[in-house]
């Protein structure tokens, strides 16, 4: 079946850095992706979203960037803080039998040292 | 104001038994969900209702039975439990349909976790 990936399961890096978190996706389908945030004993918050019409999106300290060609998506996580800590999603809108269906890849851990 | 309310937090039961999850969101939103995530963090979903219709239905075992009896709620009902129902379950709501010009977004509550011994 179609699912969403996720290259790297754990990432460690020191404060102030730079993230980025890789999600690779099957469904060429796909139009609408969101990264989500979930921290330890809470469910997933919604970070950034972007539409398939768009390559790149900003937030405040957060990018994320599609690419349609390779079916590829990223989160940029710039000066990262120590309560960036988290495990991260990214989502897909898959719409195989006409309902949207939000299809989370696996997840990957995020540990700041200070 | 907690958006997405689920009750209980914790749930330690004894494999065979019944037991019920709760769902509640304040949001006004059209559709509702409820996730499985395993102990690898993997999270799938089980079920979406779109204001009391159910609208997906992922190969999840007739032990598992939604029920909405409003559009701001969607409770989860499990018989005859077994050790792999053991997981947090993660209820969540959203505004509408994508196709209906709707942000997709999901908003989650905090989690049910279930101990199956």
């Known amino acids: 079946g179609e699912s969403v990936g996720l290259h790297l399961p754990t990432l460690s890096v020191q404060e102030g850095d730079n993230s980025i978190i890789n999600c690779a996706y099957s469904?060429?389908?796909?139009?609408?992706f969101i990264w989500y945030k979930q921290e330890s004993g809470k469910g997933p918050q919604f970070i950034i979203d972007?539409?398939?019409?768009?390559d790149k999106r900003q937030g405040q300290r957060v990018t994320v960037l599609l690419n349609k060609t390779v079916k590829h998506l990223s989160l940029q996580i710039a000066a990262t803080q120590p309560g960036d800590s988290a495990v991260y999603f990214c989502?897909?809108?898959?719409?195989?039998?006409?309902?949207?269906?939000?299809?989370f890849g696996r997840g990957t851990s995020l540990i700041v040292h200070p | 104001d907690t958006a997405v309310s689920q009750t209980p937090k914790y749930l330690v039961t004894q494999m065979g038994n019944d037991k019920s999850i709760k769902c509640e969101q304040n949001?006004?939103?059209?559709?509702m969900y409820w996730y499985k995530q395993d102990s690898k963090k993997f999270l799938k979903i089980m079920f979406s209702?779109?204001?009391?219709?159910?609208?997906i239905n992922e190969t999840v075992p007739n032990r598992f039975s939604p029920k909405s009896p409003d559009k701001a709620h969607l409770n989860l009902h499990i018989n005859s439990l077994e050790l792999g129902d053991s997981a947090v379950y993660f209820c969540?709501?959203?505004?509408?349909?994508?196709?209906?010009?709707?942000?997709?977004?999901?908003?989650f509550g905090e989690g049910s976790r279930l101990t199956v011994l």
């Open positions: 989502a897909e809108n898959m719409t195989p039998r006409g309902s949207y269906i939000p299809t």
């Open positions: 972007i539409r398939s019409n768009m």
């Open positions: 949001l006004g939103h059209d559709t």
């Open positions: 969540a709501s959203s505004r509408g349909l994508a196709g209906g010009g709707s942000t997709g977004e999901l908003f």
């Open positions: 209702y779109n204001n009391k219709e159910l609208i």
């Open positions: 469904n060429s389908a796909s139009d609408y």
